[in-house]
Nanobody, 121 residues
Framework: QVRVVESGGGLVQPGGSLRLTCAAS????????MGWYHQAPGKPRDMVAI???????NYTDSVKGRFTISRDNAKNTVYLQMNSLDPEDTAAYYC???????????????WGQGTQVTVSS
């Protein structure tokens, strides 16, 4: 069974930093894209940053220059370094991994349970 688990969220002051971690585990043959998404109350879940297996990255405009996504394929882990945080960044942050598992011939998306990021004075 595949698990995707996020950690690293918390309460931080405006201008501060957090580093989120997402680790996938289980019967994983290969992970393609991994990414971070956020969702504030009453709003849809939106993409924040995506990393392909070879390290190509894509960011939503609001976080460019402030957030950095990276990954460690040997550990099936992706990170989101969040700097210069703003109250508008407050949301639940979810990790999604595109994973091929043993016995299947295709990739499926697996979501973590989320980690809360609150930016407030």
């Amino acid at each position: 069974q595949v698990r995707v688990v996020e950690s690293g969220g918390g309460l931080v002051q405006p201008g501060g930093s957090l580093r989120l971690t997402c680790a996938a585990s289980g019967s994983i043959l290969r992970i393609n894209d991994m990414g971070w998404y956020h969702q504030a109350p009453g709003k849809p879940r939106d993409m924040v940053a995506i990393s392909t297996r070879d390290g190509t990255t894509n960011y939503t405009d609001s976080v460019k220059g402030r957030f950095t996504i990276s990954r460690d394929n040997a550990k099936n882990t992706v990170y989101l370094q969040m700097n210069s945080l703003d109250p508008e960044d407050t949301a639940a942050y979810y990790c999604k991994a595109m994973i091929r598992v043993w016995g299947l011939e295709y990739y499926q998306d697996y979501w973590g349970q989320g980690t809360q990021v609150t930016v407030s004075s």
